[in-house]
């Protein structure tokens, strides 16, 4: 395999990398966004269930309602702790692979450099060439002697 189609083979490979990841970070932040929106309905919720509650006792309820109303705001909190953790991987999630994509884009911009670097270098080593064969003939040329 020649350098040429090794840096080929490398650059497909690094470009394909860079755009899986590009739809996976996409998705996860599609995924952070949901999550980010269930969390604030979830503290909505609460804050109206509170408000709720506490309207409730300031007219008299009952003790058992008083006492039902309070677990269901507890548990309510314990899923918005629950929500808030979820909303934390999530965000976790999200820099890491944005962090990949970045080193990953890198990559594939580096390989396009060197891709770049050796077409040229391919170029001037086919100009020398061709300018050493045109030396080569115009020395070996009777015609070209003449006007020397």
């Known amino acids: 395999m020649s350098r040429q189609d090794t840096l080929l083979y490398l650059r497909e490979d690094a470009d394909k990398r860079q755009k899986e990841l590009a739809l996976t970070l996409g998705r996860q932040r599609a995924l952070l966004r949901e999550v980010q929106n269930k969390l604030q309905l ?25 006492m039902e109303m309070r677990n269901f705001i507890a548990q309510l909190e ?46 001037q080593l086919e100009l020398r060439k061709i300018q050493k064969e045109l030396d080569d003939w115009a020395t070996r040329s009777p015609v070209l002697r003449m006007f020397r």
Do not use: D, F
Not at 85 to 110: I, M, S, T, Y
């Open 78 to 123: 314990q899923v918005l702790r629950l929500q808030r953790e979820n909303l934390q991987h999530q965000e976790q999630q999200v820099n890491c692979l944005q962090r990949e994509w970045v080193a990953a884009r890198g990559r594939e911009k580096g390989l396009a450099t060197l891709a770049q670097r050796l077409e040229m270098e391919q170029r």
């Open 42 to 66: 979830l503290e909505n919720y609460l804050a109206q269930y509170r408000e709720q509650a506490a309207a409730a006792e300031c007219v008299g309820i009952l003790s058992t309602q008083a």
